[in-house]
């Protein structure tokens, strides 16, 4: 590698390093629950070395230790990490049309919501180097949070294992609750999330339907919905702009 990749990698790894501290704590979160749900140590720590995604892991770690079908967790995954396929085509315009296909797909596995926000700001096209640089910490810090999270689990009590697994249930309120307080869309969002996950369990036919196909019913339907009647305001505004210019 010359001076010159070497400062591009340098780069792109200092970019990434506050990805990494907040990778290492939710993924010790991850670690903690996987351990709680059924997983050993090193099936947690493998999950998150291949995966580098929160919700698809969190989502599919849960199928798989429910014994989902193999068709279930595939689409789960599919419905959960669809963005994904537009973060790749986006972020495929700033690579160039010269860079090798064996390149993308090694840069496709470390794009992530945070990974892609950084690399899709900066000025000029992405190069390969500087986004390897930048994928490096966020993967080192999601597999460390993992394992420390997951060999904590367990070291501990059964009894304080099982109160940590309620303790994740007040991290996602934790998260979602700030931003809730910001955006009221958000939070309708939550509340018919929840009153339709309860109003489902409620219905004797819908209680022979596995919960990862629950899951891709109510995730579909309602970001449509959700999609349909609040729509982003920004979207809007370029609406206007367009018809203001023409």
Same mark, same amino acid.
């Given at each position: 590698?010359?001076?010159?990749?070497?400062?591009?990698?340098?780069?792109?790894?200092?970019?990434?390093?506050?990805?990494?501290?907040?990778?290492?704590?939710?993924?010790?979160?991850?670690?903690?629950?996987?351990?709680?749900?059924?997983?050993?140590?090193?099936?947690?720590?493998?999950?998150?070395?291949?995966?580098?995604?929160?919700?698809?892991?969190?989502?599919?770690?849960?199928?798989?230790?429910?014994?989902?079908?193999?068709?279930?967790?595939?689409?789960?995954?599919?419905?959960?990490?669809?963005?994904?396929?537009?973060?790749?085509?986006?972020?495929?315009?700033?690579?160039?049309?010269?860079?090798?296909?064996?390149?993308?797909?090694?840069?496709?596995?470390?794009?992530?919501?945070?990974?892609?926000?950084?690399?899709?700001?900066?000025?000029?096209?992405?190069?390969?180097?500087?986004?390897?640089?930048?994928?490096?910490?966020?993967?080192?810090?999601?597999?460390?949070?993992?394992?420390?999270?997951?060999?904590?689990?367990?070291?501990?009590?059964?009894?304080?294992?099982?109160?940590?697994?309620?303790?994740?249930?007040?991290?996602? =309120?934790?998260? $979602?609750?700030? @931003?809730?307080?910001?955006?009221?869309? *958000?939070?309708?969002? +939550?509340?018919?999330? !929840? &009153?339709?996950?309860?109003?489902?369990?409620? =219905?004797?036919? $819908?209680?022979? @339907?596995?919960?990862?196909?629950?899951? *891709?019913?109510?995730? +579909?339907?309602?970001? !449509? &919905?959700?999609?349909?009647?609040?729509?982003?305001?920004?979207?809007?505004?370029?609406?206007?702009?367009?018809?203001?210019?023409?």
């Amino acid at each position: 590698m010359n001076e010159k990749k070497k400062q591009l990698f340098i780069e792109g790894m200092k970019a990434s390093i506050p990805i990494a501290s907040g990778y290492f704590a939710v993924s010790a979160a991850y670690g903690m629950a996987a351990i709680v749900q059924g997983m050993t140590v090193t099936q947690a720590v493998m999950t998150s070395l291949l995966n580098l995604t929160s919700a698809g892991q969190f989502s599919g770690t849960t199928l798989i230790c429910a014994q989902a079908s193999l068709v279930e967790l595939v689409l789960t995954q599919l419905v959960i990490n669809a963005r994904y396929f537009l973060m790749s085509i986006s972020l495929a315009q700033k690579t160039g049309n010269k860079m090798p296909l064996k390149k993308r797909l090694i840069m496709s596995f470390g794009i992530t919501d945070e990974i892609y926000a950084v690399a899709i700001s900066q000025t000029g096209a992405v190069k390969f180097v500087w986004f390897l640089g930048l994928m490096i910490p966020p993967i080192i810090g999601w597999t460390l949070g993992t394992l420390l999270g997951a060999s904590a689990s367990s070291a501990l009590p059964d009894q304080l294992v099982n109160a940590l697994g309620l303790a994740m249930y007040g991290m996602f =309120i934790a998260i $979602f609750v700030p @931003v809730a307080r910001k955006e009221r869309p *958000i939070l309708y969002c +939550v509340l018919l999330t !929840a &009153f339709v996950s309860v109003g489902l369990n409620l =219905i004797p036919a $819908f209680r022979q @339907v596995s919960s990862g196909y629950t899951l *891709i019913m109510i995730t +579909v339907v309602i970001s !449509a &919905f959700m999609a349909w009647r609040f729509p982003r305001e920004d979207a809007n505004q370029n609406d206007d702009l367009e018809s203001e210019e023409e």
